[in-house]
């Protein structure tokens, strides 16, 4: 039997590959790369161009593998499924949705530093409980997720460190979101009444 290798998931494995390539070329440059194309600063200037661009981008750098492999262990098990439930381009609208509102939130409530992937692993963790939803209902799962993820975020918000729970609690918001307007969006399929015409 002769085995091929699919490119399963083009949004999600695309983004894995250019997270890792763009990781290795700041360790060549002296991490001189990650800081000047895939960080966004604490204070946005509107006349430059890297500034607008740093708004999305910032989701790819990472401050090393570790930090990488521990975001893509959640993407790479979590995002395919969603990826193949709702589409390569709905997905990739609400993870560039889900990075740019974190960014704004980041800008205006934190003013730090911010990098790497957190907030689209969190939207894809909310997103993917609504996966069995159904209309007018709210899966069990949702909520458990939700209050463990929310308790765990705003504890470790009191705690010093260099990982940004905004970005977060900002990505669970925007994949529940996300998730409630995809249940809504979908219609119940009805049998057809029109009788069955005999050969």
Same mark, same amino acid.
């Given at each position: 039997?002769?085995?091929?290798?699919?490119? %399963?998931?083009? =949004?999600?494995?695309?983004?894995?590959?250019?997270?890792? #390539?763009?990781?290795?070329? *700041?360790?060549?440059?002296?991490? =001189?790369?990650? &800081?000047?194309?895939?960080?966004?600063?604490?204070?946005? *200037?509107?006349?430059?161009?890297?500034?607008?661009? &740093?708004?999305?981008?910032?989701?790819?750098?990472?401050? !090393?593998?570790?930090?990488?492999?521990? !975001?893509?262990?959640?993407?790479?098990?979590?995002?395919?499924?969603?990826?193949? /439930?709702?589409?390569?381009?709905?997905?990739?609208?609400?993870? =560039?949705?889900?990075?740019?509102?974190?960014?704004?939130? %980041?800008?205006?409530?934190?003013?730090?530093?911010?990098?790497?992937?957190?907030?689209?692993?969190?939207?894809? #963790?909310?997103?993917?409980?609504?996966? !069995?939803?159904?209309?007018?209902?709210?899966?069990?799962?949702?909520?458990?997720?939700?209050?463990?993820?929310?308790? &765990?975020?705003?504890? !470790?918000?009191?705690?010093? *460190?260099?990982?940004?729970?905004?970005?977060?609690?900002?990505?669970?918001?925007?994949?529940? #979101?996300?998730?409630?307007?995809?249940?809504?969006?979908? /219609?119940? =399929?009805?049998? *057809?009444?029109?009788?069955? /015409? /005999?050969?």
């Amino acid at each position: 039997m002769k085995i091929h290798i699919r490119y %399963n998931s083009p =949004v999600i494995l695309t983004f894995a590959f250019l997270c890792a #390539i763009v990781l290795l070329i *700041d360790e060549l440059t002296g991490g =001189v790369f990650i &800081r000047t194309f895939f960080m966004l600063t604490p204070t946005f *200037d509107p006349r430059s161009f890297l500034a607008w661009m &740093r708004l999305f981008t910032y989701v790819i750098g990472h401050q !090393n593998w570790t930090h990488l492999i521990s !975001n893509f262990s959640f993407i790479l098990l979590i995002g395919p499924v969603l990826e193949e /439930k709702y589409g390569s381009l709905p997905l990739l609208a609400m993870m =560039v949705v889900t990075a740019l509102a974190t960014a704004f939130l %980041n800008l205006i409530l934190v003013h730090t530093g911010l990098y790497g992937a957190s907030g689209i692993v969190f939207m894809l #963790i909310l997103l993917s409980s609504f996966t !069995n939803i159904r209309q007018g209902e709210i899966p069990i799962t949702f909520v458990l997720i939700v209050a463990l993820y929310l308790v &765990r975020e705003f504890v !470790n918000a009191l705690t010093p *460190d260099t990982i940004s729970q905004l970005a977060h609690i900002a990505g669970g918001l925007t994949g529940g #979101i996300f998730g409630f307007i995809f249940a809504r969006a979908k /219609k119940p =399929v009805l049998p *057809d009444a029109t009788p069955a /015409k /005999k050969e």
